[in-house]
């Protein structure tokens, strides 16, 4: 009798893990009454920074249609992850998807098929980006290049290799709600949506725990760098001690108040902070420093 | 007295180690790190005085601007053969991030000459105005980051 009920209980729990780890699409009428600015999709891209992992490997990303066809690769300690082709090829990339099927991915990180993505892709950050913003993006793509090089399987073992468990990744990883809470201003609202959304900035400067999920109470705070060699500077502003000239100028042109330079990974995501808005670079500057000190 | 001796011995043994240990602390690899991060240094004191009128931190003074250029093209042009040394990487030698791919890829003589071809560029704007001068410190500052993307550990 024992022995079913507790078959009875590994079967519940089962079940409860297979439905809590299914994919979580918008709902259909998630995208409805929008309409696409393809122009502000370009600012979208370039503040998401797409083309920084997309672009083929050695491929110069910071040029006016970048051609995503994959293939950089991206170690961790989960393995290795390869960019896909996200051209607007119809069968190698993803010019056949709809608006939703674009939406649920960097919104939901859910497939068009319905399987997660792995989080190498920043939909932990993507989330917190609009529907508006996506569905300008979708136009956006929809104008680059196409390319026919087919998407590499990711260089994961088990047990990260079955996408479903990544279901129940999600449900603990947190989010989307916004990290800095609360009523701001217009102007740090506008670096909120760029710095915890599109621009994806914690997903290398929060550190993260041994599943790899943000530590969202060490928040900005500096991590070790992904690849294994150094660490990601923390950037809040007791950490940085810059003005918020300092860090437009940074994002704009690559020197640091003391006129050293961004190096490594930062590099490629200067390139793509300079062709921001300035009052973009601005509104990243006015929110880091809205930050609450770390105490770091 | 033999007590005295061997006293005396021991502390001249004494002083001896400190004195290797002293040296080791002068070693020529520690020397190479610091010399060219002085060099690095001096690139930064000049490039704070373009990039400070190209960012509108001072006015534009022309004689100002000219004799940075001039400068960075300077320490742009001596050799640093005799700081570069080989094994004296990140993780080899305390206190410098320099990644040993810098003496392994082969790649870092491109970054050189890029660097090289931007401070010239630099040197024939830098007295001709403040646009001229804001044009050129972009190829300068790109040319840095490269280098540092690519050679420099990620720091805290």
Same mark, same amino acid.
């Given at each position: 009798?024992?022995?079913?009920?507790?078959?009875?209980?590994?079967?519940?729990?089962?079940?409860?893990?297979?439905?809590?780890?299914?994919?979580?699409?918008?709902?259909?009428?998630?995208?409805?009454?929008?309409?696409?600015?393809?122009?502000?999709?370009?600012?979208?891209?370039?503040?998401?920074?797409?083309?920084?992992?997309?672009?083929?490997?050695?491929?110069?990303?910071?040029?006016?249609?970048?051609?995503?066809?994959?293939?950089?690769?991206?170690?961790?300690?989960?393995?290795?992850?390869?960019?896909?082709?996200?051209?607007?090829?119809?069968?190698?990339?993803?010019?056949?998807?709809?608006?939703?099927?674009?939406?649920?991915?960097?919104?939901?990180?859910?497939?068009?098929?319905?399987?997660?993505?792995?989080?190498?892709?920043?939909?932990?950050?993507?989330?917190?980006?609009?529907?508006?913003?996506?569905?300008?993006?979708?136009?956006?793509?929809?104008?680059?290049?196409?390319?026919?090089?087919?998407?590499?399987?990711?260089?994961?073992?088990?047990?990260?290799?079955?996408?479903?468990?990544?279901?129940?990744?999600?449900?603990?990883?947190?989010?989307?709600?916004?990290?800095?809470?609360?009523?701001?201003?217009?102007?740090?609202?506008?670096?909120?949506?760029?710095?915890?959304?599109?621009?994806?900035?914690?997903?290398?400067?929060?550190?993260?725990?041994?599943?790899?999920?943000?530590?969202?109470?060490?928040?900005?705070?500096?991590?070790?760098?992904?690849?294994?060699?150094?660490?990601?500077?923390?950037?809040?502003?007791?950490?940085?001690?810059?003005?918020?000239?300092?860090?437009?100028?940074?994002?704009?042109?690559?020197?640091?108040?003391?006129?050293?330079?961004?190096?490594?990974?930062?590099?490629?995501?200067?390139?793509?902070?300079?062709?921001?808005?300035?009052?973009?670079?601005?509104?990243?500057?006015?929110?880091?420093?809205?930050?609450?000190?770390?105490?770091? | 007295?033999?007590?005295?001796?061997?006293?005396?011995?021991?502390?001249?043994?004494?002083?001896?180690?400190?004195?290797?240990?002293?040296?080791?602390?002068?070693?020529?690899?520690?020397?190479?790190?610091?010399?060219?991060?002085?060099?690095?240094?001096?690139?930064?004191?000049?490039?704070?005085?373009?990039?400070?009128?190209?960012?509108?931190?001072? &006015?534009? &003074?022309?004689?100002?601007?000219?004799?940075?250029? &001039?400068?960075?093209?300077?320490?742009?042009?001596?050799?640093?053969?005799?700081?570069?040394?080989?094994?004296?990487?990140?993780?080899?030698?305390?206190?410098?991030?320099?990644?040993?791919?810098?003496?392994?890829?082969?790649?870092?003589?491109?970054?050189?000459?890029?660097?090289?071809?931007?401070?010239?560029?630099?040197?024939?704007?830098?007295?001709?105005?403040?646009?001229?001068?804001?044009?050129?410190?972009?190829?300068?500052?790109?040319?840095?980051?490269?280098?540092?993307?690519?050679?420099?550990?990620?720091?805290?």
């Amino acid at each position: 009798m024992i022995r079913w009920i507790l078959a009875a209980c590994a079967l519940a729990v089962a079940a409860g893990a297979w439905v809590l780890s299914g994919p979580d699409p918008l709902p259909e009428d998630a995208l409805d009454g929008l309409v696409a600015d393809a122009a502000n999709g370009e600012r979208v891209f370039i503040a998401a920074g797409c083309a920084s992992c997309h672009v083929a490997p050695e491929a110069d990303a910071a040029v006016a249609a970048p051609v995503m066809s994959g293939g950089r690769r991206f170690e961790s300690q989960f393995g290795t992850f390869i960019a896909p082709n996200i051209s607007s090829h119809p069968d190698a990339g993803i010019g056949a998807w709809s608006d939703m099927d674009i939406a649920n991915a960097v919104l939901r990180g859910v497939s068009p098929d319905g399987a997660h993505y792995y989080p190498a892709f920043p939909y932990t950050s993507y989330f917190r980006a609009s529907a508006q913003d996506i569905v300008d993006l979708a136009a956006h793509l929809r104008t680059m290049p196409a390319d026919p090089t087919p998407s590499l399987d990711h260089e994961i073992g088990f047990p990260f290799n079955i996408r479903r468990t990544l279901g129940l990744w999600k449900l603990m990883a947190g989010g989307p709600e916004m990290v800095l809470a609360g009523d701001v201003s217009p102007e740090v609202a506008r670096g909120r949506h760029l710095v915890e959304g599109l621009g994806h900035c914690a997903e290398c400067h929060t550190p993260r725990n041994g599943l790899g999920m943000a530590d969202y109470d060490a928040w900005l705070a500096g991590a070790p760098e992904p690849a294994g060699d150094g660490r990601v500077p923390a950037i809040t502003p007791d950490a940085l001690g810059w003005t918020a000239f300092d860090i437009a100028q940074y994002l704009s042109t690559g020197f640091t108040p003391s006129f050293d330079t961004a190096g490594g990974d930062m590099v490629e995501v200067i390139e793509n902070t300079s062709r921001l808005s300035s009052e973009d670079r601005d509104a990243i500057a006015a929110y880091l420093l809205a930050l609450p000190r770390s105490g770091g | 007295m033999t007590r005295i001796i061997r006293l005396s011995v021991l502390v001249a043994a004494g002083i001896a180690v400190a004195g290797i240990a002293s040296a080791q602390s002068n070693d020529p690899l520690a020397a190479a790190v610091k010399a060219r991060q002085s060099h690095m240094q001096l690139y930064s004191a000049n490039l704070a005085v373009l990039g400070g009128m190209a960012q509108g931190r001072m &006015d534009y &003074d022309a004689e100002a601007a000219q004799a940075a250029a &001039d400068n960075l093209a300077a320490l742009a042009s001596m050799s640093q053969r005799f700081y570069w040394v080989p094994g004296s990487h990140a993780g080899a030698v305390e206190g410098t991030r320099a990644l040993e791919v810098i003496w392994t890829d082969g790649g870092i003589g491109a970054e050189a000459e890029a660097f090289s071809a931007a401070v010239a560029g630099m040197q024939d704007a830098a007295g001709g105005g403040l646009d001229a001068l804001r044009a050129a410190i972009g190829p300068v500052g790109a040319s840095c980051g490269s280098c540092h993307e690519n050679y420099r550990q990620s720091n805290n």
